[in-house]
């Protein structure tokens, strides 16, 4: 009376084996031939002891298939429309670089250059995914903890000795950070190089666009949504996403109008403006 379809992402990038610590989050469909409704299970572990995330009951009517959607399902036609249309819009990474703050090597290697500030506009204040939100940072506002170290006001400084000219021009340059392990798609606007982060964040350098507008549809409702369609499996415990190099690269540039391009601009500086004051 059931018929079966699965599809899978894994969570990293080992294969699922007995004893292996994360599994794939695997997503199985059971469709009901006499009632036209469709369960939806999300699972995870190893073939002995899978355990049950989530379920969800639903009309088979709503269900659209899809060839070019590489998970192969999508459960509302209006997803598979704002899919193709945002899909066919070039990538973020057409309009800037995008690359990680640190590689885990880099953060043990450059942990002793993070300190206290002792004085102020000295050295770059120092950022993680906690300190970012959309259009502002709270840097200085709370404690963080960072590879098992406590900071209030943490600085990093600049050397040449330890870090790499590539890292060094990333740091110092115009940016955009974005948290990499958060809800929701959340980045503020670096302009004058001040700021550097630890991993996990990405960067948005070089920009061969306006950043505020790249800064307004980075952290768009839109953005986001787009977002959870295409990496929602991958959210890890309690709906933290994770928020990469590969997935940003992946994110579509929405083509606007130069006049629009300046109302946009306007009002993200108001938002950053706003945000900033009440921060």
């Known amino acids: ?8 992402r894994p969570s990293t990038r080992e294969s699922s084996k007995p004893g292996a610590s994360v599994y794939p989050v695997i997503s199985l469909i059971t469709k009901n031939k006499y009632n036209n409704l469709t ?15 989530r379920t969800k009951t639903i009309d088979s009517n709503i269900f659209t298939f899809t060839k070019d959607y590489n998970m192969g399902v999508l459960l509302h036609p209006e997803s598979i429309a704002l899919y193709k249309k945002l899909n066919s819009c070039s990538k973020i990474i057409s309009v800037c670089e995008i690359g990680a703050s640190f590689s885990v090597d880099e953060s043990y290697k450059s942990l002793g250059l993070i300190r206290e500030e002792e004085e102020s506009g000295k050295d770059n204040k120092f950022v993680i995914s906690s300190n970012i939100h959309r259009y502002y940072n709270d840097w200085g ?12 006001r943490p600085v990093m400084k600049i050397d ?3 870090l790499s000219q590539s890292r060094i021009s990333q740091m110092t340059e115009p940016k955009i950070i974005i948290a990499g392990m958060t809800k929701e798609i959340r980045g503020y606007y670096d ?7 630890g991993i ?8 061969t666009t306006n950043p505020y507008v790249l800064l307004g549809i980075v952290n768009s409702s839109l953005i986001n949504y787009y977002f959870h369609l295409m990496f929602g499996s991958l959210s890890l415990s309690g709906g933290y ?4 190099t590969p997935q940003i690269q992946q994110l579509p540039y929405v083509n606007i109008k130069k006049e629009d391009e300046n109302i946009i601009e306007k009002l993200v500086k108001e938002i950053i403006h706003a945000k900033s004051n009440n921060s």
């Open 1 to 8: 009376s059931l018929s079966y379809s699965c599809s899978s």
């Open 39 to 53: 369960q939806l299970f999300s699972l995870q572990g190893d073939n002995q002891n899978a355990a049950i995330l």
């Open 141 to 152: 506002k709370h404690k963080i903890i960072y590879l098992k170290k406590v900071f209030m």
């Open 160 to 162: 040449s000795k330890v």
């Open 191 to 197: 302009e004058d190089g001040k700021y550097s982060s």
């Open 200 to 207: 996990p964040t990405v960067i948005l350098t070089r920009f």
């Open 241 to 244: 996403l994770r928020i990469g």
